[in-house]
């Protein structure tokens, strides 16, 4: 694999990366109240949390360069006051990933914990451990094979994110071309061979860890 | 089960905030599609004198000036239709001293060898056997419109229209006559010379000429390197890497 | 001590209850549906009530007048729900060892061998709930409950999902269990021959609210109401007048008969009032006729015949038909298999009844 492969499959596992652990800060504790809570407010949650499972995700890159590139009076305050520039970077590509690919972890996750019959969590409670201990303690474990399987889906869908990438970041070699859009730029330029190679790794890459996940969550027996 | 989540949560961490890039001067340059071979080459022997790096984003002149508007991080901008850079220079994003032309672009009749067609003429766009005309998306890509002027010109726009395939710029609409998905093309000059195609020049008076310009961005952070690449480019070194690929100035033979 | 006055309005149902208890042994006994187990939940503080007050051994758990409410992880209260709520993931040391952590790892270990050797649980240290017996991980229940020495213990149905076979055997240990751990316990249940047996203090709650709370034999022999009377399995509620109720006597009309009961069951009631009279099937007396030589006459006798009876478990229930009166009165009689036997009773055959003053409860209609 040549120096461009390598640059791109990083500039992935990064994106892929940064995705994920936003959504799993955003995603996890929504689907816990999602599990927990029923009132209108956390039905419109649901309907947000979900809403980028439908929608294009050009439609969703462009709403974040909207909202966060320099014609919109926040990106401008991000930028200028704040230094921090978010479009045409690979941390704004993880941000449009990580929106695409929240509705993934939601879903996945909240049955997870539907399923955790809240009797042991108000054991647990009356047995004197706070509420974030019972939910690390129990909650999370009992959850497990299915949050698991909504983190695989989550990295799965983030490492194969194209539109809102291209939107909010950009095709920039070495900073922002990711894996799929690596492929896409090969092929534009008529460069099959290296189309092919990027296009084996990425498979390679989505399968193996998709491997990896399944490995751990048959190994996760109650 | 709790190290399994350590662990994922670390390596997650880590992916995150590594960042590539060594030290040394970066020279990013957003470039007309129909560069791409010019400026690989051009790049590659200043790549050598400046002990820098360059790095290129190859796409639509009018999709990279969007961009730009938006906030791409380039520090010079080619574009194959000057009115691009005319509207960047209005928003004030270009250091107006570094504006120049860099070639007049010229636009040809592609066929596709295997196909077996003989088009030599526009007019020959209209055979039977020609499924497929793949042009530069005319939205937005210079060589787009050049190739509707010519063919409005020639007063078969609208009957060659359901045969017309769009790319997303002229190198993806080269892409389309080379693998054959589109048996015959207009595209640029500059990226025709491949073993796939052959073609015949397109009489330049049927459309708005393609004056090519280039320009430094005022937010660039290399403004001397990228004064020394626009330099380079229309200087002795890189002139006749250009006349190579086609590109002319008015006036050059 | 548990006081506890609880009101929530909850999907059209109201809870509306209050009682004060001082027993170490509390039994809410009421029908499924009845409040029971959001009356546990708002003592146990998974529940906010709407208004009301709970404070249990003089700490002040409720308030919604001073606004307080202590959060259920700080309440001390041990809490055994309906099917346990053992953590699956856990071994039955973790699970023990689960509300002490704040002790340090060698006197965590020595609590956990404790209560193992408390609830008699040595040598399945290391199983994980699901190898247990239904027995076995109530008893892990409880030694979680206890190690966190709890000022009280809460157990919500703790035999609805055992065999009857088993129960008997489980209830006496929980029994013994509580006499040694010394822990005041409220038992929440829907099982009389439960609530009997684990109850000094029964609190009968039905429709969200409290029916009566008294001790065991107040419940049992002098329910406060109907429906209480109902509850506790008085078969016998019968609708009499009452015809004279001084200090020295109270007798009463039932459908033309007339019978005398104790003058204490008379608190509260007039000549010329509607009462309902209970009697215990198992207190309803078979009179012997060769054996009345020498005694007192019997007590409100009267003859009927057998018209239907049914063998349960060791005893025999009857129907028997009373002669005379207006319409026919049936009283149902319940008594051991062997004196069902050695009377030689059977379907059809006449006998005396007798009712003991005592043995009749009244409670006033209206």
Not at chain 1, 216 to 221: K, P, Y
Not at chain 2, 63 to 90: C, H, M, T, W
Not at chain 2, 158 to 187: F, H, M
Request: hydrophobic share 45%.
């Amino acid at each position: 694999m040549s120096g461009v492969d390598l640059t791109a499959l990083r500039l992935s596992l990064q994106v892929a990366g940064l995705a994920t652990g936003l959504c799993l800060v955003v995603g996890i504790p929504l689907a816990w109240v999602l599990a927990r809570r029923r009132s209108w407010l956390t039905e419109v949650l649901a309907a947000a949390a979900l809403l980028p499972l439908v929608l294009p995700p050009t439609v969703v890159g462009y709403y974040l360069l909207t909202a966060l590139g320099r014609n919109s009076g926040f990106g401008r305050f991000l930028e200028d006051d704040l230094g921090i520039r978010l479009v045409f970077t690979w941390q704004g590509a993880g941000i449009a990933a990580a929106i695409m690919a929240l509705p993934l972890l939601v879903m996945t996750a909240r049955p997870a914990f539907e399923s955790v019959d809240p009797d042991l969590e108000r054991v647990a409670l009356t047995l004197g451990r706070s509420r974030m201990a019972v939910f690390f303690t129990i909650t999370l474990p009992l959850a497990s094979p299915g949050v698991l399987a909504g983190i695989a889906l989550t990295f799965a869908r983030a490492i194969g994110e194209f539109g809102a990438t291209l939107m909010v970041a950009g095709s920039i070699p070495g900073r922002t071309r990711t894996m799929p859009l690596a492929v896409y730029d090969a092929v534009q330029s008529g460069d099959m061979a290296l189309a092919n190679t990027l296009a084996l790794v990425l498979t390679l890459t989505s399968m193996a860890m998709l491997a990896v996940f399944g490995w751990t969550t048959r190994r996760i027996r109650l | 089960m709790k190290k399994l989540l350590l662990l994922l949560g670390v390596g997650m961490l880590v992916t995150s905030t590594s960042c590539g890039g060594s030290g040394g001067p970066e020279l990013t340059v957003a470039a007309a599609a129909d560069l791409q071979f010019a400026f690989t080459d051009i790049g590659a022997l200043f790549k050598e004198q400046c002990g820098c790096k360059v790095t290129f984003i190859f796409g639509s002149s009018g999709n990279l000036s969007a961009q730009i508007k938006s906030g791409l991080p380039v520090d010079i901008f080619a574009s194959a239709d000057i009115a691009y850079v005319d509207g960047l220079r209005e928003k004030g994003l270009i250091l107006e001293d570094t504006q120049q032309l860099y070639a007049v672009g010229r636009i040809v009749l592609a066929v596709n060898k295997d196909s077996g067609l003989q088009v030599e003429s526009l007019r020959d766009l209209l055979k039977p056997g020609v499924t497929k005309v793949a042009i530069a998306n005319p939205d937005h890509a210079p060589y787009g419109i050049a190739a509707r002027q010519a063919l409005e010109s020639e007063g078969i726009w609208d009957e060659l229209k359901p045969r017309l395939v769009y790319g997303e710029n002229v190198r993806q609409a080269l892409q389309y006559v080379q693998t054959g998905d589109a048996p015959a093309g207009i595209v640029a000059l500059s990226v025709a010379d491949v073993p796939e195609i052959s073609y015949t020049l397109i009489d330049d008076s049927l459309h708005q000429p393609l004056r090519q310009s280039l320009a430094v961005l005022r937010r660039t952070g290399e403004e001397q390197l990228a004064r020394d690449f626009i330099a380079f480019v229309n200087g002795p070194e890189g002139r006749p890497i250009m006349k190579k690929y086609g590109f002319v100035l008015p006036g050059e033979t | 001590m548990l006081r506890a006055e609880i009101k929530k309005r909850l999907d059209g149902f109201e809870l509306d209850v209050a009682f004060e208890v001082d027993e170490g042994r509390v039994v809410l006994f009421g029908p499924s549906g009845a409040g029971k187990s959001l009356t546990l939940q708002a003592i146990t503080g998974v529940m906010r009530p709407d208004a009301g007050r709970v404070e249990v051994n003089g700490r002040l758990l409720f308030d919604s007048a001073s606004a307080v409410n202590v959060p259920p992880q700080r309440r001390r209260l041990g809490y055994v729900p309906q099917s346990y709520g053992l953590f699956p993931h856990l071994t039955v040391e973790e699970n023990v060892a689960y509300g002490v952590q704040r002790l340090d790892g060698p006197q965590r270990k020595a609590l956990v061998r404790e209560m193992v050797d408390l609830v008699g649980l040595q040598g399945l240290e290391r199983r994980r709930p699901r190898e247990l017996s239904g027995g076995q991980q109530q008893r892990v229940a409880l030694a979680r409950a206890l190690a966190s020495r709890p000022e009280l213990l809460v157990l919500d149905e703790p035999f609805s999902s055992i065999d009857t076979g088993l129960r008997g055997t489980l209830r006496r240990e929980l029994l013994d269990l509580q006499d040694r751990s010394g822990v005041t316990t409220l038992v929440v249940t829907h099982d009389l021959d439960d609530a009997f047996f684990l109850g000094r203090r029964i609190v009968v709650i039905d429709d969200g609210r409290v029916l009566q709370s008294g001790s065991r034999e107040d419940v049992f022999y002098r329910p406060a109401t109907r429906r209480v009377a109902e509850f506790v399995a008085t078969r016998n509620i019968l609708r009499a007048k009452v015809l004279e109720a001084d200090g020295q006597r109270l007798l009463l009309d039932w459908q033309g008969r007339v019978l005398e009961a104790e003058p204490a069951a008379a608190a509260g009631v007039a000549p010329g009032q509607d009462v309902e009279l209970c009697i215990r099937p198992a207190q309803v007396m078979i009179v012997r006729e060769d054996r009345l030589h020498g005694l007192p006459p019997p007590e409100n006798p009267f003859s009927g015949t057998i018209i239907e009876e049914a063998l349960q478990a060791e005893a025999y229930v009857l129907r028997v038909r009373l002669a005379g009166g207006g319409t026919p009165s049936d009283l149902e009689i319940e008594l051991p298999d062997y004196v069902y036997q050695r009377l030689r009773l059977q379907r059809g055959k006449e006998i005396t009844i007798s009712l003991h003053r005592q043995a009749m409860h009244v409670i006033p209609v209206g």
